[in-house]
């Protein structure tokens, strides 16, 4: 118990949350010129003042339900890295279903089991080291692609804005539609009818179905604003129903 509680000890160390900080910062910053950006050019291309309000204002709704699930699993992350990594790694990544498997598997090369006992201090380095170093794949590939994907767009796209639309809703839906299945069938040819996620993902879907269809009968703005962030919660709360 000793190890723990002296690896636990460095883990939320305030040095550690001061080395945490820039990472975070940047982020911010990012995010703050984003927005600014856009906010000067929405004018430039035709989009009023109301419309771009009116999107501010959805964005921030629909990011509710994303920001929930982070913060439920940010959970199980403190417990097992401390609070200053997982507050650096959530607001880089966001995603627990990679941190979390990133940190085990490197704790488990160092030859410890993540948030036990015999968890030591080269094992939790190897964890920080890991859990940074993996995603710099999905960095690169934006970084040198992502000035290129509307030259593709356009030309798959034949320079139809019609075809345009169709493409984006597509791609929407194909990646929705793979993280849905991929729930559906982790790595299987049969639907477990047990699993939580299954459970989840059925009744977000029905809670979205609902809603969509009374939207479309009483002309309902709301709908379009909440829908979403309602169904998320929703399927993760039928999800959680599922486990007692």
């Known amino acids: 118990m000793g190890q723990e509680l002296e690896y636990l000890k460095v883990a939320n160390s305030p040095l550690l949350w001061i080395a945490c900080i820039p990472a975070v910062a940047l982020v911010m910053v990012q995010a703050f010129m984003f927005a600014r950006r856009a906010w000067k050019t929405g004018p430039q291309m035709g989009v009023s003042k109301e419309q771009m309000v009116r999107g501010a204002k959805s964005a921030a709704i629909a990011s509710l339900g ?50 036990t006992n015999n968890m030591t201090m080269e094992a939790f380095a190897n964890c920080a080291w890991i859990m940074c170093v993996c995603c710099l794949g999905w960095i690169i590939v934006s970084a040198l692609f992502t000035d290129k994907m509307g030259k593709l767009r356009d030309k798959v796209a034949g320079g139809s804005e019609a075809a345009l639309s169709v493409i984006a809703v597509a791609g929407g839906m194909g990646a929705f539609g793979y993280q849905c299945f ?45 829908g979403m962030t309602i169904a998320m919660i929703g399927g993760m709360l039928i999800g959680a129903i599922t486990l007692i």
């Open 182 to 226: 991929n729930r559906m069938l982790p790595g299987t040819n049969s639907i477990d009818f047990s699993s939580d996620q299954f459970w989840a993902l059925i009744g977000g879907f029905v809670i979205m179905l609902c809603l969509s269809l009374y939207g479309q009968k009483k002309k309902t703005k709301w709908i379009s604003q909440f």
């Open 66 to 115: 994303p920001s929930l699930v982070i913060v439920i699993g940010a959970v199980s992350l403190l417990a097992s890295v401390g609070g200053p990594l997982a507050w650096m790694r959530l607001a880089y990544i966001g995603s627990v279903m990679y941190e979390l498997p990133a940190a085990d598997r490197a704790a488990t090369a160092a030859g410890s089991t993540l948030g």
